[in-house]
């Protein structure tokens, strides 16, 4: 079950948008976004947030104890910081389907091989469990290299579930063939695995020593435990994993050169996951990409600058990041959701500030990600704010997600014609939609 501070409700009202004219996409690293979008993919997993910081976290420390070179280190702290971007789009058809949850998939895989899971998970078509989590490594892999990540990077994604006996997937690789940063990210998988499911952290030092012997020349390199044994005796190593500064302490930790800033890093950031969470809606990953692509238009025609037109289509790609933290056989449901089901939906938009806001320099854009199903009625969620406390941003960026849902297929009813799209948004306004920047998408149209 995913955890976690949904940050709180922030003063609502916004700077007049003359004083907004120089706001520009903030130029980032792919360390800044690296670690603000591992929230997502814990998220993803259904995983307690601040699993893959405590992975990546136990990855460099091993690296680092192994005496690994600044090159390699560096490579596992971005390869166990993504390790498992593929995991959405593998496993969100099954999920869907099977009504399985995604940590009950991708959760217990470090300790249990895909055959194990499809057993104990007692499915029909054991062999799609298997299929499912194999393709989750090249998934990701390829994920990695869209992002630009360097090969080495790509290469430990991919092995990352490679074996030291040469059972592992999805190449069987065993030994010496597997790349010594993968193995390293591969124990530290484990290591978070075995520490997170113990009842506290005393019981965690008291058992993990005892626990990896277990996995020494079977599912782990034996000279990594031997290390990872060591560290695990360690005060300090202890200290850092439980510290509620990690992030801070990963960001230090990053071996490496100085990266170059980029503006458009975030933009194809941005992209990507909102193309995760289009797919684990089971809905075609371009409707984030349209949404935002109206409301940056919207926001031009409604005098914004063009500076600040692009941060409202960022807040619209990265609107609804935060479903990748709702199950998706319940985005999936046709019928009307249970009260608890609802509840959990309606957690979204906060995951989604909660991502956002972990991007330097893109608070603003977290608020209008995190209101954007706020309503003038004030029936709207999650803090149900009413008309005059809802960013303007946030209600452009409702009106496009709205026109464009209208007019795409889904499962259950055919996409309206722009013309039956109209007249729903004209029939929204004042109490789901904002009525002067309905009229003004209106006249855009």
């Not at 090969?151 to 190449?171: K, N, Q, S, T």
């Not at 990748?324 to 999936?332: E, F, K, N, R, S």
Request: hydrophobic share 45%; charged share 25%; net charge negative.
């Amino acid at each position: 079950m995913v955890t976690g501070n949904i940050p709180h409700s922030r003063e609502s009202t916004a700077p007049s948008r003359e004083s907004l004219r120089s706001h520009r996409l903030p130029a980032l690293t792919t360390l800044e976004l690296g670690l603000a979008f591992a929230q997502a993919l814990d998220l993803a997993e259904g995983k307690e947030i601040g699993h893959t910081y405590r992975l990546t976290y136990i990855a460099v420390s091993l690296a680092r104890q192994l005496g690994m070179p600044a090159e390699t280190t560096a490579a596992v702290f971005h390869g166990a910081l993504n390790h498992d971007l593929g995991a959405v789009q593998a496993t969100a058809d099954l999920c869907r389907h099977t009504r399985l949850s995604e940590e009950s998939l991708i959760g217990a895989l470090p300790t249990k091989s895909p055959e194990e899971l499809g057993i104990e998970l007692s499915l029909a078509d054991m062999g799609a469990v298997v299929q499912a989590l194999h393709e989750h490594t090249q998934l990701g892999a390829e994920t990695a290299r869209l992002l630009g990540h360097q090969d080495d990077v790509v290469r430990i994604i991919e092995c990352h579930h490679e074996r030291w006996d040469g059972l592992g997937f999805p190449a069987g690789l065993a030994g010496s063939e597997i790349p010594p940063a993968a193995r390293i990210v591969t124990a530290a998988d484990v290591m978070e695995s075995i520490i997170s499911s113990e009842k506290s952290g005393l019981s965690a030092r008291r058992n993990l020593v005892a626990e990896l012997a277990a996995h020494a020349g079977n599912a782990l390199d034996p000279e990594v435990v031997m290390v990872a044994r060591e560290l695990a005796r360690s005060d300090e190593f202890w200290l850092g994993l439980y510290d509620e500064r990690l992030p801070q302490t990963l960001a230090r930790l990053c071996p490496g050169p100085d990266e170059k800033r980029d503006r458009r890093r975030i933009v194809k950031y941005a992209e990507v996951f909102a193309d995760m969470a289009d797919i684990k809606r089971g809905i075609a990953a371009v409707h984030s990409r349209q949404a935002a692509e109206w409301a940056e238009r919207l926001a031009i025609a409604m005098g914004y600058s063009k500076g600040r037109a692009e941060l409202v289509r960022l807040g619209a790609l990265l609107r609804d990041v935060g479903l990748l933290g709702v199950p998706a056989y319940i985005l999936a449901k046709p019928d009307i959701l249970s009260v608890t089901e609802m509840l959990i939906m309606r957690r979204h938009p906060g995951y989604s500030q909660m991502v956002v806001d972990a991007l330097p320099g893109l608070e603003e854009v977290a608020a209008w990600a995190g209101r954007h199903h706020e309503r003038p009625d004030g029936k709207g969620y999650p803090e149900m704010l009413g008309e005059g406390e809802i960013p303007e941003e946030a209600s452009i960026i409702a009106v496009a997600d709205v026109f464009v849902a209208l007019t795409t297929e889904r499962p259950y009813r055919s996409a309206l014609s722009v013309d039956d799209a109209k007249a729903v948004l004209l029939g929204a306004t004042g109490s789901q939609l904002d009525a002067a920047i309905v009229d003004a998408f209106i006249s855009l149209l």
